[in-house]
């Protein structure tokens, strides 16, 4: 069974600070992506990667940015944290292959921006 | 551009009774279709989807799918929704070129005893 662990269920930061959220696959997967899930927007794109130290920006990456130094991990950064950042953030893997394929979502973690 | 629009915001049907959840998706070429589940508090699990052949697609939890290229659309169906099925539901659309979806603003059903 493909596992998408995320560190924290639940997170609560305070204005200005500087938050990590982490994900780990153990599939072996070369494709992870970073979702923000909102009430009546579904589910939008901030950012995703394709290969360690690889990366694309999404469809709102604004105030967000990511890293990838090992093929498991993919972690989401908030360098400033604003309230308008509190939200659902899921983070999801795939392999490589075709597009038939589906990507494994992790459980979310609940940022609460105070 | 690609998009998915999934038109019913929340959906009330009481137990044991037929469920349908709309799906409509625009898209240039044969789409890749997914339908997630998400229970509260939890990920996403996938629960059926579509890439070619037979439109009828049979997934997890006793759910069903048929896609109508004539309607864009990708509805997802159970004859006899479970207390169990409460939840919210995704409708995606694989984009041409990556391994990115769209994915519509879900569904939220309430199963009613």
């Known amino acids: 069974d493909v596992k998408v662990t995320q560190s924290s269920r639940y997170l609560v930061k305070r204005t200005g600070e500087k938050v990590f959220l982490e994900c780990v696959q153990d599939m072996d997967h070369e494709n992870m992506f970073w979702y923000r899930q909102d009430p009546g927007l579904g589910l939008r794109l901030i950012y995703f990667?394709?290969?360690?130290?690889?990366?694309e920006k999404g469809d709102i990456p604004e105030g967000y940015s990511v890293s990838r130094e090992k093929k498991e991990r993919f972690s989401l950064i908030l360098e400033s944290a604003s309230t308008n950042q509190t939200s659902m953030y899921l983070c999801?893997?795939?392999?490589?292959?075709?597009?038939?394929?589906?990507?494994?979502f992790g459980p979310g973690t609940r940022l609460t921006v105070t | 551009a690609q998009s998915v629009t999934q038109p019913d915001i929340h959906i009330t049907v009481s137990e044991g009774a037929s469920l349908e959840l709309r799906c409509n998706y625009s898209?240039?070429?044969?789409?890749?279709l997914f339908w997630y589940v998400q229970s509260p508090g939890q990920g996403l699990q996938l629960l059926l989807k579509?890439?070619?052949?037979?439109?009828l697609v049979q997934g997890i939890k006793g759910f069903e799918a048929e896609f109508k290229r004539s309607q864009s659309s990708f509805n997802l169906r159970k004859p006899s929704v479970h207390w169990s099925d409460a939840a919210e539901y995704f409708c995606?659309?694989?984009?041409?070129?990556?391994?990115?979806?769209?994915f519509g603003t879900g569904t939220r059903l309430k199963v009613l005893a």
């Open positions: 999801a893997s795939r392999p490589t292959g075709p597009l038939t394929y589906e990507q494994y």
């Open positions: 579509y890439f070619s052949g037979d439109t």
């Open positions: 990667s394709y290969d360690v130290k690889m990366k």
């Open positions: 995606a659309v694989g984009a041409s070129g990556t391994y990115k979806y769209i």
């Open positions: 898209y240039g070429a044969t789409p890749y």
